[in-house]
């Protein structure tokens, strides 16, 4: 995937720097991001989806991986970035990510969270109950301030991804139902307020979809409702956020998604639609985030101890687990892995890789071929670009690792690891 390669030393390279190199220089665990690889997805999401007539924007939906660094590096690449909590809206701006490209998301906005983005002027609020619809009014009244405003809608489409990454489905905590009673009302008081500027709607099927028909079939159900939308409203949608969602292969059990095939059939159905409704095609906006980062990043452990259990199974453990990597744990993840040091060897063994945390469940990867390790060897779990750092926790006291960006044989550390002391700071 992207820049990894076997080098000369019989070692895995990624963006031009030996990964045992890397190892040893910076420690591990240690997440390693092939920049190259985040630009070109950039690229072609950007590139794909403006090849079409009609208006487009692409948003990094930041939650799957974001950094001072990754913010830079999302502004130079043009897209904007979708941000959901304070501490992602406060990373933003430290990083001087352009207000207008922001997109402030979220079912439990705070107060202080709204004002914070008010002051900062972000471009559009992504709203999704009356409760915060009321709150934002009151909030600019009294800042003085009009914001651009998404309705985040739920179009009731289920898409086949696990349960827990589900989003769209009759009783998600995400957005208003399309099929709810009072919708055209609220939508109306949106339409109808003085401070909030509707733009149009928002919906977000799931994640890691691999099936397109998924995207297209809510395309489908969307722009039903936004013709009834104008027909019972006399509200004409001018913006239309498809989210994110675009799977990606992790282990031979994924089928690749043809991102441009998928975004291409998407923005077709939303033309011929609207054609045959005979209204004007709304500009239209995703918002992927594992698909821009999940295949960029690999993780390197030192193995610490290889054991075989009465009941015959065997164990590698590794000097991390589900405090830098709680996807196996949650949705049952499958990862593949190589020894770094060791990749022309004979992948003879099975193996499960087992994390050091005191919980049965910390386990990386439930079963995969790998050669006999010995201590010290450098194991490289691949695509834990999204949601791994993201949603690292500091169980048993671990400290997060470091993270390191890649590119041109160059490496450099964007995130230090924790000390033992950043473990401390906020005790009293
Ligand atoms: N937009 C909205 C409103 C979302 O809720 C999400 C993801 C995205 C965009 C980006 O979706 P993506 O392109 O990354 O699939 N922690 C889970 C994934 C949770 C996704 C939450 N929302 C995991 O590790 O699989």
């Known amino acids: 995937l992207g820049t990894m390669r076997i080098n000369d030393m019989d070692n895995l390279e990624i963006g031009g720097c030996d990964a045992v190199i890397l190892a040893k220089k910076y420690g591990t665990p240690l ?27 692409v948003i990094y939906a930041s939650k799957a991986f974001l950094t001072l660094a ?16 304070g501490g992602e809206l406060f990373t933003a701006m430290k990083a001087n990510f352009p207000p207008e490209r922001l997109y402030f998301h979220g079912n439990g906005k705070t107060v202080e969270e709204l004002i914070t983005a008010l002051q900062y002027n972000v471009g559009t609020i992504v709203v999704d109950n009356e409760f915060e619809i009321e709150m934002l009014q009151y909030l600019c009244a009294e800042l003085d301030k009009r914001v651009k ?12 991804t696990h349960a827990y990454i589900q989003t769209a489905n009759n009783d998600s905590k995400f957005g208003v139902s399309i099929f709810s009673e009072n919708i055209y ?29 998924s995207f297209v079939k809510a395309i489908e159900s969307m722009v039903e409702f936004i013709d009834k939308v104008r027909t019972d ?29 998928t ?9 011929t639609e609207c ?7 709304p500009k239209l906006l995703i918002e992927p985030g594992r ?37 196996t744990a949650l949705y049952d993840a499958i990862y593949e892995a190589a020894l770094a040091n060791r990749m022309k060897d004979e992948t003879d063994t099975t193996f499960t890789i087992g994390g050091k945390c005191c919980e049965s469940g910390d386990i990386l990867i439930k079963s995969i071929q790998l050669p006999y390790p010995k201590q010290n060897d450098i194991l490289a779990v691949a695509s834990t670009g999204a949601y791994n750092y993201s949603m690292a926790s500091n169980y048993n006291r671990i400290r997060k690792p470091a993270v390191v960006f890649v590119e041109n044989g160059k490496s450099k550390v964007v995130v230090k690891r924790e000390t033992y002391e950043d473990i401390l700071r906020n005790d009293l």
Not at 70 to 85: H, K, W
Not at 264 to 269: G, L, N, P, R
Not at 275 to 281: G, L, M, Q, S
Not at 301 to 318: P, S
């Open 31 to 57: 997440y390693v991001f092939d920049t190259a690889l985040i630009r070109e997805r950039c690229a072609s999401y950007t590139k794909t989806f403006k090849s079409s007539k009609t208006e487009t924007e």
């Open 70 to 85: 990754m913010c830079r590096l999302i502004d130079e690449a043009g897209l904007s970035l979708d941000v959901v909590s």
């Open 149 to 160: 405003v998404l309705l985040r809608v739920n179009p009731g489409i289920e898409a086949h």
């Open 185 to 213: 009302e609220l939508i109306k008081s949106i339409h109808e307020s003085y401070y909030l500027d509707l733009r149009g709607f928002h919906y977000h099927i799931g994640s890691q979809i691999l099936d397109h028909n």
């Open 233 to 261: 409203s006399g509200y004409e949608t001018k913006e239309l956020n498809m989210g994110g969602g675009f799977g990606v292969y992790y282990s031979e059990h994924d089928n690749d998604l043809d991102i441009e095939q």
């Open 263 to 271: 975004l291409t059939a998407m923005v077709e159905a939303v033309e």
């Open 275 to 281: 054609k045959t409704r005979r209204f004007p095609i």
């Open 291 to 327: 698909s821009i980062v999940a295949n960029a990043g690999t993780t390197l452990y030192k193995v610490t101890a290889t054991k075989e259990t009465y009941g015959g199974r065997k164990f590698i453990f590794v000097d991390g687990g589900m405090t830098d990597n709680p996807r």
